[in-house]
């Protein structure tokens, strides 16, 4: 199912107009109301502190519950499932899962205990969905109004899937596209093209995926697609197959409808197609995480964090006045490479007053921020920095 649209949250929003108003004269987002509710049962293990429920499908991470360590814990970091997750009884034996190999010269399954013995690798990698940022276009794209927090950056291990295929004699001749199957039971008496969660990513992808057991030096959770996932840094997370049961080479891009006209970038009132571009790799990002809203007067330490998705992210740089000037933010802590965001703050001293506080990434190949995000049908891949600016006032 392509559609994320979150009729829970429309309910929220719609049904309790004076909820509504009351929050707004608190001045609080329509967001904080979300966050009243509960964590659903199978991430009850989570910060409810940090976190935003929009569905039981669908939780994103605070804006200000990012910090500076660089590493989003597994408890903070955000959640997003097409369907609902598959029971946790598949997480009871994790090295007894398999996923079946096609494509390669000796196709088969592959349990996680042998794939555990054929290499291991670990990388850090920003995991954002497509969809992080929609709630700041103003065509009201469908789907879960993501802020900043549908985006964590983590530790994965798992082995390169290059090496896999390399155990299985090698991939088939002339296959452009690896297409991987997402392990939920579907609903009967449905298109299972229509739900299934199955997505082709060209073979450039290969470089650097991974099947993935461990997040952040944890089993993997049920709840972020343990025992087994598909992880490939620098692409979007729709295509980081949770529970992954099938890895096929194929000569065409799956035509399950996630992949077929879902994840496309289209203008605005247009359905997808085939023949649009995939949400495959990520674009230059940043946003500020803090301070959000009222600091005293003084030295003030605006933090972020900025990354280049599919590239290194090279410099950021922050804006006081709404984009008229700007000046570099150092970034702090290591580099964990290409594929991580790097926390970054800037200490300035500031007078009483309104400031308009922006930040402008740019990567290692010179792609910087666009000041206007793209607006597209479904309201995907957003890195405008206006719409990021944050408003504070400085007492
Ligand atoms: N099997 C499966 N894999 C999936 C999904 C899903 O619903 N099912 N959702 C995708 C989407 S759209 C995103 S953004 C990421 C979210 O990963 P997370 O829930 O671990 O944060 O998983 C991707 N992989
Ligand atoms: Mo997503």
């Known amino acids: 199912m392509s559609d994320n649209f979150d009729p829970r949250r429309r309910q929220v929003l719609l049904g309790s107009a004076v909820a509504l108003a009351s929050a707004s004269l608190l001045g609080l987002s329509p967001l904080s109301l979300a966050a009243e509710m509960p964590l659903p049962d199978y991430v009850n293990w989570k910060t409810p502190e940090a976190l935003i429920v929009h569905s039981a499908n669908t939780l994103e991470t605070k804006r200000d519950a990012i910090g500076t360590s660089i590493v989003t814990s597994n408890e903070q970091l955000f959640i997003r499932n097409n369907l609902p997750p598959p029971p946790p009884s598949i997480v009871t034996d994790r090295d007894a899962w398999t996923v079946a190999f096609q494509g390669v010269k000796n196709p088969r399954s592959i349990s996680l205990g042998e794939l555990k013995t054929l290499g291991v690798q670990t990388v850090a990698s920003v995991l954002q969905c497509s969809g992080n940022g929609r709630a700041f276009f103003e065509h009201e794209a469908s789907g879960t109004q993501w802020e900043t927090g549908a985006a964590g950056c983590v530790f994965w291990s798992g082995v390169p899937v290059k090496a896999v295929a390399e155990a299985l004699g090698g991939i088939v001749d002339g296959l452009p596209y690896m297409t991987s199957t997402g392990g939920e039971e579907l609903p009967a008496g449905l298109d299972p093209k229509s739900l299934m969660v199955e997505r082709s990513v060209p073979m450039r992808a290969l470089d650097q995926a991974i099947l993935a057991w461990e997040l952040n030096g944890e089993p993997l959770p049920l709840a972020h697609g343990g025992p087994l996932r598909l992880v490939i840094p620098g692409y979007y997370g729709v295509n980081n197959v949770k529970y992954v049961k099938q890895v096929a080479f194929t000569a065409e891009q799956t035509d399950a409808a ?138």
């Open 258 to 395: 996630i992949q077929a006209s879902g994840y496309r970038i289209r203008p605005v009132g247009q359905p997808g197609a085939p023949d649009q571009p995939s949400m495959w790799e990520m674009n230059v990002k940043s946003w500020i995480t803090q301070p959000l809203k009222q600091v005293k007067a003084g030295p003030v330490a605006i933090q972020g964090v900025a990354f280049g998705g599919a590239k290194e992210v090279k410099g950021v740089e922050v804006s006081l006045d709404g984009g008229k000037n700007w000046q570099a933010a150092p970034f702090v802590g290591p580099n964990l490479g290409q594929y991580a965001w790097r926390p970054f703050v800037l200490i300035v001293d500031l007078k009483p007053g309104n400031y308009s506080l922006m930040s402008r990434a740019t990567d290692v190949e010179g792609n910087t921020q666009p000041q206007e995000g793209l607006a597209n049908e479904r309201g995907y891949g957003h890195n405008g920095w206006r719409d990021h600016g944050v408003g504070i006032s400085i007492v």
